[in-house]
DNA sequence: GCGACAGG
DNA sequence: CCTGTCGC
C-alpha cells in the first residue's frame, strides 16, 4: 500500500527532549550564558540524525499540552507523582520548538490531548491515507498503536542502535495475540512515573501471564474466581483501578486534528534562522554538520504529488466491494445458524474484536455539503443499514440526536442534529426523506421498528424493503436473545463499544443529547455497521432453513404495520378510571378491615409469606392439603385459596382483595399514567422478538391482558374508547383459531365436520367424549369439553387435565382415552408431531416458522414431557400467529391504498381492534371479516366475529 | 427472583 | 402452552 516517498514520522517531543535531557545529566553542557543546553542539543542532535537517515518526505513533532488533559479529568492524581519539571527542561522547551519551526517541521498542539493522542490519531490517518507510519519515542505505551504500517522508532540510545518496532516484535515481547493487548498489560502493572496505578502485586511478568491467560483486564475481573490467594484478592479489590489504569493508559485516537498531508511535508530548514539558533545556543558541531558547506546534511527530499486526503470518501467508485476485511471473515463459519450458537461460546476466542482492534472508517457529517455527497452515493445504493440516535429508549417519546448510515462493511456516517431544536432537526432528517422513502433501496436495522416510529415524528415514513436483523435472529433462534450486542459477540466476535461506556449506567445514565457528536459518532457508525455485517451473516443462513418468505413476507412488512399501531396509539376514559380508582380504594380498605378483625391481627395482605403465616399457622386452615412452593413458603394462589374457602369467610375476602389490589395497581393507576401527554393516547409497544412462538408481546403498557373475565375487571376495558364521537371501536376476533388449526394438521374428519357445519365445537366436542346426543350436553360437560380442548391444543397430559379440572387423575385420563377413541386423527397428529420434533430436534409451523426443541430427547421425564408438550403447542399457537400477522399485513395494506381514516389499533393474539370512522364502517368491517378469513385459508373455513361499539368492552 | 394473576 | 406487571 504505501509507497517509498510516503513515510511519515511524528516524534513526541517531551518524551524526547526528557530523555535528552538526563542523558547529558551526567555530564551537563552548560554554554557560557550558564544555561544548561543538554535537552535541546540531545533532542536536535537525534531529529538531525533521523532526517539524515532516514530522508523523511513527511514529519511533525508532537507536544503535550500545558493544560489538564481529559486524563487529569478522569482521575486526579494522574502523573501527580511526576516532580516539576526540572528547571533545565522548562527552559529547554521554547529553544526546542524554535528549532523545529526553523528546519519547517509543523509543531502540533491540541489543548486537553497529549502527545501520543495527537500522535496516535494521526497515524491512524495516515495508515489509511497510504503511508508507513514512525512514531519516533522511548515510550512503550505507544506499542499499543503498532499495526502493518505504523510503527515505533526508538531513538537510539547509550550504545543500544536505533530499532524499529513492528507489530511481531510486539506480540513477541509480552507474547500477546493482539496489539491492543498492550493496554491490558500497561493497565495492570501499572506506571509509577505516570501514577498509573494498575492492579498491586503485578507487574510486567504476572500481567504478561495473565493477559495471556485471559485476554484482557475486563475478562480477567470476570474470571477472577479462577485465580488464587493474594492475587485473586487484590485483582477483586482493585477491579476498578485496574480498569481505570487502562483507561489512562489508552491512547485516544479521537483527537480533533486533520490529517494535514501538505502542511507535514518535509520541504528542508530555513537554514538562516536556523543558524541563528544555533548560534544563540552555541552549537557549534552542530552547525558544521547541518549547515557547513562541506555536506549539505539535510537533504531536501524529492517532491512528490499528494494523491488522497480528504476525510471524505468521495472517489470510492460504487459496487467496489469493502476496503476492510469482513470480521466474520477471519472466524471459521459455524455451519448452521444453530450450531453458531451453539459454538460461539465454546470456541470463541477469548479476545474479541473491538472498535480499536479493526479497521473501519467511521465519518462524523456535520455541514450541509458533507450530508449532500453522502446522500449522492446513498441514493445509488440497493440497501442501506441505519440507525438513529434518540433521548430516550421510549420511541414514541424520544427525540432525534442524529443517525449514522452504512452501506459498506466496515464504512458509515453519521448525522447529528440538533436534539433540542425539533424543526432544525426535521430539516436535516428531511434531506434523507428521498433515501428513506425510496421502495427501491432496502433498509436494513436493528429492531428497526423504533427506529421507524422514532422517523414518524420527523415526518418520515419509511418506504421499501425492511430487514431487521432482530427478526433475523428471531427466526433463526426463537428461544434466545437476539440484542444487537450478543448477536456481535456470537456471530461476528466482536465486542462493540457499550451504551454504558458512554452514557454510564444506573439512575445517573446521561442521554444521548449530552453528549458531543464527536462522542457519539463511532458508537452510532458502529451500530449500522454492525447491523449490515449481522444482515449479511445472517441472510444465508435464513435462505438455507427456507425461512426467507416468513421473513421477508411476513416479520419485516409486520414490523411497519406494529411501528403505524403504536405511534397511532388508543384513547382511554382516564376520568372513568380515576373515579374506579377511588371507588375500589374504598372497597378495600374495608376489605382490609373485615380481614384484620376476622384474623385478628393486622398484616400485609399482599405479602403471601404473612398470608400463608396467618392462615395456616394462626388460623389453622387447610388441614391436612397445606402445600408449600418451592422456596418454603406456603402456597397461597388462587387454586388453593378457592377449596378453603367454604373453611372461612377471610379466605373469599381475601381472595376478592387480590382481585381488587391488582386491578387498581396494574390497570386504573397504572394506565392512565402512561397516557401519552402530546397526543393524549396510550401508547403500548409490540415486541416482534420474544415469544418463541412466534406470537407478538406487549409492553408498557400491556394491552394484551386488559382483564374481561370479572365483572369488575371488565370496568377497565370500558375505559378503552373510540377517539372521538365520529369513530367507533370495532372489534374482530378469529373464533376458536387453534383447534381450526389442529383440525387441518390432523385432518380429523370429525373435528373437520363440526367446524364445517359451524357447530359449537365444545359442545359438540362433549357430545363425543360423553357419548349424549349434543342436545343433552349440559353446562359442566360443556365446560369439561371445553378444558379438554384447551388441553389438546397445549399438549394434554392426564396429570394436567386433572389439575384443571380438579378431578382425579384416573378420570382425567379416562376423558382423554375417550377423546382419542372419538378423535382418532387427533391422536396420530400428536404422535407424528413428537416423533419429527424427536427426529430433527425442532417442529415447525405452517409458513415454517422453526422452534427448536433441543430436550425432545432428554432423558428425564419432564424436561422431555415439557419438550413433548411444546412440540404440540408451538405449531398450533405459532401457525395462529402466522395467519394473523398475515392479516394484519393485509388489513394494514388496503386501509392505506384505499385511503381510508380508519386505523388498526390493537392485536391481542386472535383479535384486532380497530378505531373505525364510522361513515367508513360499512365498507371497513366487511372487509376486515374477509381479509382475516382469507388471510390462509385452510382445509376447514375460519370464522371470525365481529362487533362495535364505544366502547372495547361493547365492542368484544 | 418469586408468587400471584391479568390475558391469549 | 405462551406472555407481562405488580408487590414483596
Redesign the pocket.
Known amino acids: 500500500m504505501s509507497t517509498p516517498d510516503k513515510r511519515l514520522f511524528l516524534l513526541d517531543a517531551m518524551a524526547l527532549i526528557y530523555r535528552a535531557h538526563f542523558a547529558f545529566s551526567k555530564n551537563p553542557r552548560i554554554n557560557s550564558k550558564g544555561m544548561n543546553t543538554g535537552a535541546a542539543l540531545g533532542f536536535t542532535n537525534t531529529l538531525v540524525d533521523l532526517l539524515n537517515r532516514e530522508k523523511p518526505t513527511h514529519i511533525g513533532v508532537c507536544y503535550d499540552a500545558p493544560s489538564k488533559t481529559f486524563r487529569h479529568d478522569s482521575f486526579v492524581e494522574y502523573k501527580a507523582n511526576r516532580q516539576a519539571m526540572p528547571e533545565d527542561i522548562s527552559i529547554a522547551i521554547p529553544y526546542v520548538k524554535k528549532i523545529v519551526e526553523a528546519f519547517g517541521i509543523p509543531g502540533m498542539m491540541m489543548d486537553g490531548f497529549e502527545a501520543d493522542d495527537i500522535i496516535g490519531t494521526l497515524s491512524c490517518k495516515a495508515e489509511k491515507a497510504g503511508y508507513d507510519v514512525f512514531m519516533m519515542t522511548p515510550d512503550k505505551d505507544y506499542y499499543q498503536l503498532v499495526t502493518d504500517h505504523v510503527f515505533v522508532y526508538k531513538p537510539a540510545f547509550l550504545g543500544n542502535a536505533i530499532e524499529i518496532i513492528d507489530k511481531p516484535k510486539v506480540l513477541e515481547r509480552w507474547e500477546i495475540e493482539n496489539v491492543k493487548q498492550v493496554i491490558d498489560i500497561l493497565g495492570l502493572q501499572g506506571d509509577a512515573v505516570d501514577n498509573i496505578p494498575g492492579i498491586p502485586g503485578i507487574g510486567e511478568k504476572t500481567a504478561k501471564t495473565l493477559i495471556q491467560r485471559f485476554g484482557s483486564v475486563e475478562n480477567l475481573i470476570a474470571n477472577a474466581h479462577e485465580l488464587k490467594g493474594k492475587q485473586k484478592e487484590n485483582v477483586v479489590n482493585f477491579a476498578e483501578q485496574g480498569l481505570m489504569s487502562k483507561e489512562l493508559a489508552t491512547i485516544h485516537l479521537d483527537v480533533p486534528i486533520d490529517f494535514d498531508e501538505e502542511g507535514l511535508r518535509y520541504d528542508g530548514p530555513d537554514t538562516e534562522k536556523l543558524a541563528a539558533l544555533f548560534d544563540e545556543l552555541e552549537f557549534r558541531q552542530l552547525a558544521t554538520r547541518v549547515l557547513g558547506t562541506a555536506s549539505p546534511a539535510v537533504p531536501k527530499p524529492v517532491s512528490n504529488k499528494p494523491t488522497v486526503g480528504k476525510g471524505f470518501k468521495s472517489d470510492k467508485p460504487m459496487g467496489q466491494t469493502s476496503l476492510f476485511e469482513m470480521p466474520a471473515g477471519e472466524t471459521v463459519a459455524p455451519e448452521e445458524g444453530a450450531d453458531a450458537t451453539a459454538a460461539g461460546d465454546d470456541y470463541a476466542p477469548r479476545t474479541r474484536k473491538t472498535i480499536d482492534t479493526t479497521l473501519h472508517e467511521y465519518h462524523l457529517l456535520t455541514t450541509p455539503e458533507q450530508r449532500q455527497q453522502l446522500l449522492k452515493y446513498l441514493k445509488q445504493q440497493k440497501e442501506v443499514s441505519f440507525d438513529t440516535e434518540t433521548t430516550s429508549i421510549d420511541a414514541i417519546t424520544a427525540r432525534l440526536v442524529g443517525i449514522s448510515f452504512c452501506y459498506m462493511p466496515g464504512e458509515a456516517y453519521y448525522i447529528p442534529v440538533p436534539p433540542k431544536d425539533e424543526d432544525a432537526a426535521r430539516e436535516i432528517v428531511q434531506e434523507f426523506k428521498e433515501v428513506l422513502e425510496s421502495p427501491a433501496i432496502t433498509k436494513t436495522g436493528q429492531n428497526i421498528k423504533y427506529d421507524l416510529v422514532v422517523l414518524q415524528r420527523y415526518g418520515i415514513d419509511v418506504q421499501g424493503p425492511l430487514y431487521d436483523t432482530m427478526l433475523a435472529h428471531y427466526l433463526l433462534e426463537p428461544?434466545m436473545r437476539h440484542n444487537m450486542d450478543l448477536l456481535a459477540e456470537t456471530y461476528l466476535h466482536y465486542t462493540p463499544i457499550s451504551i454504558e461506556t458512554l452514557l454510564g449506567k444506573g439512575k445517573n445514565q446521561l442521554t444521548m443529547d449530552k453528549l458531543p457528536a464527536l462522542q457519539i459518532y463511532e458508537y452510532a457508525c458502529e451500530d449500522a455497521d454492525i447491523t449490515l455485517q449481522l444482515k449479511n451473516y445472517f441472510d444465508p443462513l435464513l435462505e438455507k432453513q427456507g425461512l426467507k418468505r416468513l421473513f421477508n413476507d411476513v416479520e419485516n412488512p409486520l414490523l411497519r404495520v406494529l411501528g403505524h399501531m403504536e405511534r397511532e396509539g388508543v384513547s382511554i376514559d382516564a376520568d372513568a378510571l380515576a373515579e374506579s380508582s377511588i371507588v375500589l380504594q374504598t372497597s378495600i380498605q374495608e376489605m382490609e378491615q373485615k380481614i384484620f378483625n376476622l384474623a385478628g391481627m393486622e398484616f400485609?395482605i399482599?405479602?403471601?409469606?404473612?398470608?400463608?403465616e396467618v392462615l395456616f399457622d394462626r388460623m389453622g386452615l387447610g388441614g391436612s392439603k397445606i402445600k408449600k412452593?418451592?422456596?418454603g413458603?406456603?402456597?397461597?394462589?388462587?387454586?388453593?385459596?378457592s377449596k378453603l374457602a367454604f373453611e372461612h369467610e377471610i379466605v373469599q375476602l381475601i381472595?376478592d382483595h387480590?382481585?381488587l389490589?391488582?386491578?387498581?395497581?396494574?390497570?386504573v393507576?397504572?394506565l392512565p399514567a402512561l397516557v401519552c401527554n402530546e397526543d393524549n393516547r396510550l401508547h403500548t409497544s409490540y415486541?416482534q422478538a420474544?415469544?418463541?412462538?412466534g406470537?407478538l408481546?406487549?409492553?408498557?403498557?400491556?394491552l394484551?391482558?386488559?382483564?374481561?373475565?370479572?365483572e369488575k375487571?371488565?370496568e377497565i376495558r370500558k375505559a378503552f374508547v373510540p377517539r372521538d364521537e365520529n369513530h367507533v371501536l370495532l372489534s374482530a376476533?378469529y373464533s376458536q383459531i387453534e383447534l381450526r388449526i389442529m383440525a387441518h394438521f390432523s385432518n380429523d374428519a370429525t373435528m373437520k365436520e363440526a367446524f364445517q357445519k359451524g357447530l359449537d365445537i365444545h359442545a359438540s366436542t362433549a357430545a363425543k367424549v360423553f357419548h349424549v346426543p349434543v342436545d343433552q350436553v349440559d353446562s359442566d360437560m360443556r365446560r369439561k369439553a371445553k378444558t379438554i380442548n384447551?388441553g389438546i391444543?397445549?399438549?394434554i397430559s392426564a396429570f394436567?387435565l386433572a389439575e384443571r379440572l380438579a378431578i382425579p387423575r384416573r378420570e382425567a385420563a379416562e376423558i382423554i382415552e375417550a377423546y382419542f377413541q372419538e378423535f382418532p386423527a387427533v391422536k396420530e397428529y400428536m404422535d407424528s408431531a413428537i416423533n419429527q420434533a424427536r427426529d430433527q430436534e425442532f417442529v415447525e409451523t405452517l409458513l415454517g416458522r422453526r422452534r427448536y426443541l433441543r430436550d425432545i430427547n432428554s432423558r428425564n421425564q419432564n424436561i422431555r414431557?415439557?419438550a413433548e408438550?411444546?412440540a404440540i403447542?408451538?405449531p398450533i399457537?405459532g401457525t395462529a400467529a402466522d395467519i394473523i400477522k398475515i392479516a394484519m399485513i393485509n388489513i394494514d395494506q388496503w386501509l392505506r391504498e384505499e385511503k381510508l381514516a380508519s386505523r388498526m389499533i390493537l392485536q391481542?393474539?386472535?383479535?384486532l381492534v380497530f378505531d373505525v370512522l364510522k361513515e367508513e364502517l360499512p365498507v371497513v368491517q366487511p372487509k376486515i371479516e374477509e381479509l382475516m378469513k382469507n388471510a390462509f385459508p385452510l382445509s376447514v373455513p375460519m370464522e371470525v366475529g365481529l362487533g362495535t361499539g364505544e366502547n372495547w368492552l361493547q365492542a368484544?
Open positions: 428461544d400485609n399482599g405479602s403471601p409469606k404473612q398470608l400463608g412452593t418451592k422456596t413458603q406456603y402456597a397461597t394462589g388462587e387454586e388453593i385459596l381472595l387480590r382481585q389490589t391488582k386491578l387498581k395497581s396494574t390497570y393507576d397504572a415486541n420474544v415469544a418463541a412462538t406470537r408481546s406487549s409492553t408498557n403498557p400491556n394484551q391482558n386488559i382483564p374481561i373475565r370479572t375487571g371488565r376476533d384447551f391444543i397445549y399438549g394436567g414431557g415439557y408438550r411444546n403447542n408451538a399457537q391481542v393474539h386472535d383479535e368484544h
